[in-house]
């Protein structure tokens, strides 16, 4: 899309703004950009808790801190929408447990409301209890998706290594004369 500015408006010429109409444009445009990243510096790095359930928390805390330990790292780990996928084995490795220790942590978690497990593929996708902790604005609550951040293990990705698939990309470059 092309745009002309001139000193005057000309009516009749789609796309031509006189220079003051484009100078009010574009300072519109700044001032909306500006408060998008106030917006999003605001909401960029909380997780907001209901007092109304900090005895739950001690009583998990009291009651098992392995199940305290994964249910923070979730809060730490989760998206916007109060989602984080991973597997068992990134807690196994992050906290240097057992995957029985893992499983009955999480059920903990999932039969006293904490989370909510749905599962995809081998991996499992924690759902934090919205009345529990939200990590995006109050009013946003009834829009939870289920997009989730997902954390990936290296203990379960061995054969992955970035510079042979790097190594290969390049292989097939130079064999098939891929130019940039």
């Avoid at 916007?80 to 978690?109: G, H, P």
């Avoid at 919205?130 to 604005?137: D, H, K, P, T, V």
Wanted: proline share 1%; glycine share 2%.
């Amino acid at each position: 899309m092309q745009i002309s500015v001139t000193k005057e408006k000309q009516i009749l010429k789609n796309n031509h703004y006189s220079f003051e109409e484009r100078q009010k444009i574009i300072e519109n445009e700044k001032q909306r950009e500006i408060e998008k990243k106030e917006i999003e510096k605001k909401n960029n790095n909380f997780v907001m808790m209901y007092r109304e359930h900090m005895p739950e928390i001690r009583w998990l805390i009291k009651k098992s801190r392995y199940s305290s330990n994964i249910f923070n790292f979730i809060l730490e780990h989760m998206d916007y929408n109060n989602a984080l996928m991973c597997s068992y084995q990134v807690f196994m490795d992050y906290f240097e447990i057992s995957s029985e220790t893992v499983r009955k942590s999480i059920k903990l978690l999932k039969d006293n409301g904490f989370i909510d497990v749905l599962k995809s593929g081998t991996s499992n996708v924690y759902i934090v209890n919205q009345e529990i902790a939200w990590s995006s604005w109050d009013n946003q609550k009834k829009y939870c998706k289920f997009n989730g951040n997902i954390l990936i293990s290296a203990t379960e990705n061995k054969d992955y290594e970035y510079r042979k698939q790097f190594d290969r990309f390049k292989t097939l470059r130079e064999r098939e004369n891929i130019k940039n």
